[in-house]
T-cell receptor
């Protein structure tokens, strides 16, 4: 069985401030980790993912996440946020042969001017 | 890239009627499709996994007879909400596994907002 814990349900920040959205997982098998972003009434868009190799992964819009196996974490960071980053962010984990993707409860990031 | 087209985006139906939601993979073959349900301001809950040509596997607590899933071809999976009631109102999202050239990930439909009145 696998699970994901997103410790913060809401994170309000001011524009141009740094932000970290926390994610911890548990799994009995090797994992693949994902961060998705969801805008209201839309599907999910992939931000970044960790499959193997370098533990630091980056997205094209300035987000990055680091896979930490010892702490079973995959926190998402951005050094300077924009108003347009306001959205719901979901951390997810998959592993095993059934490809099931398990989501955390999500973190609402609100960027204020 | 791999795209899943989901229709309709919004549907309003009367209580007791059935509603069909379609997900089509446009440029790849989706052997496995997942169906999720999302309540307002909550996470995605996996309802079932469908594999082309076989019966869907439902998660615990999901009514198989209410949420009929058909995956008859490699490019089409459907979810039919039968005898819908107001408590079935929700946001439904489909997803497919993609494995292009050794990579691995998921592509999601844009979701269907179902409102039962």
């Amino acid at each position: 069985a696998q699970s994901v814990t997103q410790l913060d349900s809401q994170v309000p920040v001011f524009e141009e401030a740094p932000v970290e959205l926390r994610c911890n997982y548990s799994s009995s098998v090797s994992v693949y980790l994902f961060w998705y972003v969801q805008y209201p009434n839309q599907g999910l868009q992939l931000l970044l993912k960790y499959l193997s190799g370098s533990t630091l992964v980056e997205s094209i819009n300035g987000f990055e996440a680091e896979f930490n196996k010892s702490q079973t974490s995959f926190h998402l960071r951005k050094p300077s946020v924009h108003i347009s980053d306001t959205a719901e962010y979901f951390c997810a984990v998959s592993g095993g042969s059934n490809y099931k993707l398990t989501f955390g409860k999500g973190t609402l990031l609100t960027v204020n001017p | 890239g791999a795209v899943v087209s989901q229709h309709p985006s919004r549907v309003i139906c009367k209580s007791g009627t059935s509603v069909k939601i379609e997900c089509r993979s446009l440029d790849f073959q989706a052997t496995t499709m997942f169906w999720y349900r999302q309540f307002p301001k909550q996470s995605l809950m996996l309802m079932a996994t469908s594999n082309e040509g076989s019966k869907a596997t439902y998660e615990q607590g999901v009514e198989k007879d209410k949420f009929l899933i058909n995956h008859a071809s490699l490019t089409l999976s459907t979810l039919t909400v039968t005898s819908a009631h107001p408590e079935d109102s929700s946001f439904y999202i489909c997803s497919a596994v993609i494995r292009p050239g050794g990579d691995y990930g998921y592509t999601f439909g844009s979701g269907t907002r179902l409102t039962v009145v």
